[in-house]
């Protein structure tokens, strides 16, 4: 069964920077497109950015500009860099595979990213 780990949130000050990052595993990573979703406190959980199989990457556009998506295959590992944080930034993070921005199977557990103005 597919497992999606991700981990490396906090609590940062605006203007500070997090890296994420996904591990994944029961699942050929190499041939999906990865992207990375968060969900604010009482909001939807929204689609942040996807890097296809090939590396082509997109970027909603409330993070472009600031947010780098990335993938290691060899680790089975997506990662988000995350710079000039925001306290609108503020939420749980997820990554899945994505189709259409949409994401696909499962949910991990997420990682709680907190920015303080």
């Known amino acids: 069964q597919v497992q999606l780990v991700e981990s490396g949130g906090g609590l940062v000050q605006a203007g500070g920077s997090l890296r994420l990052s996904c591990e994944a595993s029961?699942?050929?990573?190499?041939?999906?497109?990865w992207g990375w979703f968060r969900q604010g406190a009482g909001k939807q959980r929204e689609w942040v950015a996807s890097?296809?199989?090939?590396?082509?990457?997109n970027y909603a556009d409330s993070v472009k500009g600031r947010f780098t998506i990335s993938r290691d295959n060899a680790k089975n590992t997506v990662y988000l860099q995350m710079d000039s944080l925001k306290a609108e930034d503020t939420g749980i993070y997820y990554c899945?595979?994505?189709?259409?921005?949409?994401?696909?199977?499962?949910w991990g557990q997420g990682t709680q990213v907190t920015v303080s103005s």
């Open positions: 029961g699942i050929i990573f190499s041939g999906n497109a």
């Open positions: 890097i296809t199989s090939g590396g082509y990457r």
């Open positions: 899945n595979r994505v189709e259409f921005r949409l994401g696909t199977g499962a």
